[in-house]
């Protein structure tokens, strides 16, 4: 049974191709390359480049290769720029993904496995978040992902399509031959392994005076290979006939800025100049996932929930690949 990825060329997207390869699955990946990469879209997979909002293509390729899943990947991801630019937002995530879903309905398609995010619940009340926390996103990237979960239980009431939702918290680290390579890139470990190549002068703290022991910002980082497990697991409970729902997906452990880059100096043995700067708007002071619910309901069990080994990976593929994809 082939399985469409939309956004398969990204950064988690390319990792998830490839668990579903090594599974000995058909893949499709659907990308336009806007924030995508062609070389990070698997060769063992047949490539389609477009728009998710394309319904044409999109009816197209899921007739030509006999598509019974979707994945979801495809979106805009930067808090900041959701900030200054709403509409992209809205558009990708919600008009784009919208067309997605309709094409596969129009297809008879019933199960869909989305991309969703921490940023859905917003300001914590409490951590560590479970699925019950109240859902109050503080910007239009977090309300568009959370619009469009509410899209997709609307689709379950209306036509039966069956959903997972999978709400990631700070997704890091790399497999062997797939890695993160944002432009502009805005995320913690990959900053921090620029300031130790010396891609970067140093590293900025965002803010030192939060309610934490080191007053830095305390965040769940979660393997890369661990969230694609997980897609897997919401595939078969899907193909299995299994109910809609959404789960974290986390470790259960929050790692402060500061003990990222101690531990970015540990692995790398390099010196990584840091300096404090003021708290970019819009950050929580923790962010801790609890993810009983998919060990429980999914059976997952994250496999590298150890800081250095995220790390380590990540540094490992950028020393394989300094310049990241490079195209
Ligand atoms: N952060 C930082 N300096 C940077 C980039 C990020 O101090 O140059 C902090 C940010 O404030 C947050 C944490 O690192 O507390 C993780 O940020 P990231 O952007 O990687 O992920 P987010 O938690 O925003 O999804």
């Not at 950064?11 to 995508?36: F, P, T």
């Not at 800025?257 to 540990?266: L, P, Q, T, Y």
């Amino acid at each position: 049974m082939s399985i469409l990825v939309a956004g398969g060329a990204g950064y988690i997207g390319s990792v998830v191709v490839e668990q579903l390869i090594e599974e000995g699955r058909d893949v499709v990946v659907l990308d336009n390359l806007s924030r995508g990469h062609r070389s990070a879209a698997n060769p063992k997979a047949t490539f389609v480049h477009g728009d998710c909002g394309d319904m044409d293509l999109l009816s197209q390729t899921i007739a030509l290769h006999g598509i019974k899943s979707v994945m979801h990947f495809c979106a805009l991801s930067l808090v900041g720029e959701s900030v200054e630019a709403p509409a992209s937002y809205y558009r990708n995530n919600i008009s784009q993904s919208v067309a997605l879903v309709e094409a596969c309905l129009n297809a008879g398609i019933r199960n869909f496995i989305f991309s969703s995010t921490a940023a859905v619940y917003g300001e914590p009340e409490s951590v560590p978040i479970t699925e019950d926390s109240k859902t109050q996103p503080t910007n239009p990237y977090g309300r568009t992902k959370l619009f469009f979960e509410y899209f997709l239980r609307d689709c379950d009431a209306a036509y039966g399509l069956k959903s997972v939702c999978l709400r990631y918290f700070n997704a890091a680290g790399a497999s062997k031959e797939y890695g993160e390579d944002h432009s502009p890139e805005t995320h913690l470990i990959p900053l921090v392994l620029d300031a130790a190549v010396g891609k970067r002068e140093s590293i900025s703290i965002f803010g030192h005076d939060y309610d934490t022991p080191d007053g830095s910002c305390i965040r769940d980082y979660i393997h890369v290979l661990d969230l694609a497990d997980a897609h897997l697991l919401a595939l078969q409970r899907l193909e299995k006939g299994g109910a809609s729902d959404y789960f974290n997906l986390g470790n259960g452990n929050g790692y402060s800025v500061r003990e990222v880059i101690e531990c970015a100096r540990k692995i790398t043995g390099l010196e990584i100049k840091s300096e404090e700067t003021g708290r970019r708007p819009g950050d929580p002071a923790r962010l801790v996932a609890s993810a009983d619910k998919a060990r429980n309901v999914l059976g997952w069990k994250p496999r590298f929930p150890e800081l250095e080994k995220i790390i380590q990976d990540a540094w490992d593929w950028r020393q394989k690949n300094p310049d990241g994809y490079a195209d």
